[in-house]
């Protein structure tokens, strides 16, 4: 039952994180900028070739190929867990980093580039140019809830 439900949250989790992708790909400028109903919260198109902060963005095949070896060995890790008895709350955060990793990988393999499209109206010029997407909150909720989990060994 658990397995059935992780599975269907991981597979939510990335279509939505995919779908979003599609519509600010289809309906977005690059660097477009939209408010939303949400305060201080935007909508952009920023295309990132690297990872987290443009980081190798000059190198996308190692960009491309570090991806794809991590989001596979992130997925072995995860049947590896999975086969375990207990352990729910670290299964759960997994699934949020697991549904981050094959987000971003998936647009890292075939678009060559991440869409990112998340922004915050920071008074900071530094912070309001950060933009992100739900892949990359899916990961920061999976590592909170895997490191909390380790803490209290669940």
């Not at 279509?15 to 909508?43: A, W």
């Not at 867990?81 to 299964?91: A, E, S, T």
């Not at 990112?116 to 809830?145: C, E, F, H, M, P």
């Amino acid at each position: 039952m658990l397995l059935m439900a992780a599975g269907g949250l991981l597979v939510v989790l990335v279509c939505v994180d995919m779908g979003i992708k599609q519509y600010i790909e289809e309906n977005f400028e690059e660097e477009e900028e939209r408010e939303t109903i949400l305060d201080k919260v935007l909508l952009r198109k920023v295309y990132n070739k690297g990872f987290c902060f443009n980081t190798l963005d000059k190198k996308p095949e190692l960009v491309r190929k570090t991806s794809g070896i991590l989001c596979a060995g992130l997925a072995i890790y995860d049947a590896w867990l999975f086969l375990k008895k207990g352990k729910w709350l670290r299964k759960f955060g997994m699934v949020f980093l697991a549904a981050g990793a094959i987000s971003n990988t998936y647009d890292r393999l075939i678009r060559g580039k991440v869409i990112d499209y998340i922004g915050i109206q920071w008074k900071n010029s530094r912070l309001r140019r950060l933009t992100a997407n739900l892949a990359d909150v899916y990961v920061v909720i999976g590592a909170a809830v895997t490191g909390v989990a380790k803490i209290f060994r669940r």
